[in-house]
């Protein structure tokens, strides 16, 4: 099939904001949110603070509006959207979707509609409306749906009523708006083929992505445009198998301009999505500072540089920040913004980044930390909002049980970083289960690492309590964190790194502390300039 495939152009803005405004819709409220005061008016002052502030090296917003089935715009296709504000919007004839298209391309930043192939409506219970009569399509359509997690059902797209229905909704999109293109995201949700038969039906996705191709390639020659596709998909291959996605007959068809790689994943296979595809597509790795990582809630930014540089390295196209903040420290403060009776999460830190990571040049000299991944769904604390790969994290290494005979655990971090100006280095392994006056061994590419710090009263701010992350704790929730500082430079290397961390003695002062298992939680190599 011939289309008219254009992959994405170099930009010196390589940060695309995937924005998820649902606080400025989920209150009843049209004027203040449930999140804590942050309305349309605050907004339409305070809301681009992040594309606008010197030095940001964001070039893009993609907007993630589409919360189940009602329409926050005008629409044929869809019912309109029952809660407030909405309602005295569209009632005002002010168009909310418009007026971020306008806003976006005034700064001349690239604008995507983010479309959710199985979106849900997480707002009813703010405007105090029942799910089941808010998502009226689906009422409508029981037999379009497959019971999951969601108990109003999630799109089957081996549906050819669905797949339609879909796309239907992408076209009066790209009819009404100036678009540059639609992801298309599949993090957002599965499963969308019924549960042990995606890969057998993985051609009904294959056909909504050629029937969404030639429908914008319509839209955008009678625009005279090209209107992009994006695909946000597995961090890996073999996660794509396993929810139905045939990514590569989607690349050899052109049916797709460039790849968004992961959700909420710190290490994802860049390389191997390359030899798989044997395409040169754009290939653009994401950074969730929501639906986090497991283990690594707000994370500080020496880990999101650690992080960023790496995907640098390993040849990332553009990086993709989801659920970032878009006002700043100042200006949450001045207007009184808390996140859920709280304070907002990580906004320092956050405005801090959008400056530095989206370069290599402007993350050359500065502190940085290198993790390795942690598994983690919904059992394990992690991503809840699924049914199969995506988002799930199964290929990480940690956490990792320790062998009671001393046979140590291996860990290979990789880091991205030269060590010009380097000043020191330094290794973070922390543990649980573990009790005052044990003892383990940690080797750094076969190099023994000698004084070895402890902290058997170590409280890790990124890992969420109470959850299941800390359900290994000891009983007062506290974990281990054995530390080596001043780390010869040339025991480390530019990219590989093998970590070996075995029990040397376990204590046992009580019953609860023989026959028990140590856990290795995580691992951090610290490159301090």
């Known amino acids: 099939m011939m289309t008219t495939r254009q992959n994405h152009p170099d930009r010196n803005r390589k940060l695309i904001y995937q924005f998820d405004p649902s606080w400025l819709f989920s209150s009843e409220n049209p004027e203040r949110t449930a999140f804590g005061g942050y309305g349309l008016k605050e907004f339409q002052e305070y809301g681009f603070e992040a594309y606008d502030t010197p030095g940001s090296q964001v070039g893009a917003i993609w907007w993630d509006c589409a919360f189940g089935d009602p329409a926050i715009y005008p629409s044929s296709v869809l019912p309109p959207n029952p809660h407030l504000p909405f309602k005295k919007w569209l009632a005002d004839g002010f168009d909310i979707v418009k007026y971020f298209v306008e806003n976006t391309r005034k700064r001349g930043l690239e604008v995507f509609w983010n479309f959710r192939v199985s979106g849900l409506d997480g707002f009813g219970s703010a405007a105090s409306i029942p799910l089941d009569k808010v998502e009226l399509v689906k009422a409508a359509h029981p037999g379009w749906l497959l019971k999951t997690w969601w108990p109003f059902g999630i799109w089957n797209y081996a ?28 993090a957002r949700h599965l499963p969308i083929l019924p549960v042990g038969k995606q890969w057998e039906l993985r051609g009904h996705v294959t056909d909504f992505m050629r029937k969404v191709r030639t429908g914008l390639n319509t839209i955008g020659r009678r625009k005279g445009k090209t209107i992009q596709v994006c695909a946000r998909i597995n961090r890996a291959p073999a996660g794509a198998r396993i929810d139905g996605l045939d990514i590569k007959a989607w690349v050899d068809e052109g049916l797709v301009d460039m790849l968004t790689i992961g959700s909420r994943s710190f290490e994802v296979d860049l390389q191997g999505w390359r030899d798989f595809l044997k395409s040169d597509i754009k290939l653009f790795p994401c950074i969730d500072a929501c639906h986090y990582t497991d283990g690594y809630r707000e994370a500080p930014l020496e880990i999101l540089r650690g992080v960023a540089d790496r995907f640098w390295h390993e040849g990332a196209d553009r990086l993709v920040l989801f659920n970032w903040l878009e006002i700043s420290p100042e200006s949450i403060k001045k207007l009184n913004i808390t996140y859920n009776g709280k304070a907002v999460p990580n906004s320092s830190c956050n405005f801090t980044a959008i400056t530095e990571i989206g370069d290599r040049s402007t993350l050359k000299g500065k502190d940085k930390t290198f993790p390795v991944e942690r598994r983690g769904n919904y059992m394990m604390g992690g991503y809840r909002y699924s049914e199969g790969s995506l988002n799930d994290n199964a290929h990480a290494q940690l956490p990792l049980i320790l062998r009671w005979d001393g046979t140590p655990a291996i860990v290979k971090v990789k880091t991205s970083d030269d060590f010009e ?109």
């Open 159 to 186: 549906m050819p009523e669905v797949r339609q229905f879909q796309a239907d909704i992408i076209f009066e999109l790209a009819e009404n708006y100036d678009w540059d293109g639609f992801q298309i995201d599949f």
């Open 421 to 529: 100006r380097l000043n020191k280095i330094s290794l973070d392994v922390i543990l649980s289960n573990t009790f005052e006056g044990d003892t383990f061994s940690i080797k750094l590419n076969q190099q023994e690492l000698k004084h070895l710090e402890y902290d058997f009263r170590w409280e890790d701010p990124h890992m969420v309590a109470p959850s299941p992350e800390l359900g290994r704790a000891q009983k007062d929730g506290k974990l281990l964190k054995v530390r080596c500082c001043d780390i010869p430079v040339e025991t480390v290397k530019s990219d590989l790194n093998v970590v070996a961390v075995g029990i040397s003695n376990l204590v046992i002062t009580e019953r609860r502390s023989a026959c028990r298992q140590v856990f290795l939680e995580k691992v951090e190599l610290g490159f301090c300039y």
